[in-house]
């Protein structure tokens, strides 16, 4: 009996995962823009209107690891867990880092990334200047740096 709610517990966090009957934007090659397509010029001029102090990347390492919760799917290291479905990004993948600016990131900080497991946080879990806070501090993560 319990193994057979654990396996359709299990079936039915797959099936969220892997973004069964979400229509979106999810794309199987990481490096694909997670925004619309119409947006992605705009929010690809789009910079955070804070500077990089080692103030501001402490102030996003508190909430990577606290309120945030993106620890518990991005990892210590940020590499991220393995989840099933769709798993998070590789923070330290020097190309992603590189391919993605920060404008996108606020688009997914604030509206999720659809069709995966990565959820709405800004005006949820944390305000819009903490989002940017802590895209600060995944920079750090990034290998080639
Ligand atoms: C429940 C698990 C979960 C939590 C909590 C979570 N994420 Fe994610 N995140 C994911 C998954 C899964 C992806 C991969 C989504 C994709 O491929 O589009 C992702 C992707 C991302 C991306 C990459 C999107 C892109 O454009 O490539 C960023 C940035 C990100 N998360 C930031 C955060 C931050 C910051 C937090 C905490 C405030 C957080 N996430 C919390 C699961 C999570």
Redesign the pocket.
Same mark, same amino acid.
């Given at each position: 009996m319990m193994r057979t709610i654990h396996l359709i517990m299990i079936g039915a966090f797959v099936f969220l995962?892997a973004g069964g009957g979400v229509a979106g934007?999810?794309?199987p090659d990481?490096?694909h823009? &997670?925004?619309p397509a119409e947006l992605l010029e705009k929010l690809q001029d789009m910079d955070s209107p804070y500077p990089a102090t080692p103030e501001r990347i402490e102030a996003?390492r508190k909430?990577?690891f606290g309120?945030?919760?993106?620890?518990?799917?991005?990892s210590n290291d940020g590499k991220?867990?393995k989840?099933p479905?769709?798993?998070? &990004?590789d923070?330290t993948d020097p190309k992603?880092q590189e391919i &993605?600016t920060d404008g996108?990131?606020m688009?997914?900080?604030r509206n999720?990334?659809?069709?995966?497991?990565?959820?709405v &946080?800004?005006g949820k879990?944390?305000s819009e200047e903490?989002?940017w806070s802590?895209?600060h501090?995944?920079r750090t993560f990034n290998k080639s740096q």
């Open positions: 995962h934007a999810f794309h990481i490096y823009p &997670r925004v996003g909430i990577y309120k945030g919760l993106c620890v518990t799917c991005h991220g867990v989840l479905g769709h798993s998070p &990004r923070f992603w &993605r996108e990131m688009w997914v900080l999720g990334s659809p069709g995966t497991g990565m959820p &946080r800004v879990v944390i903490e989002g802590v895209i501090f995944i």
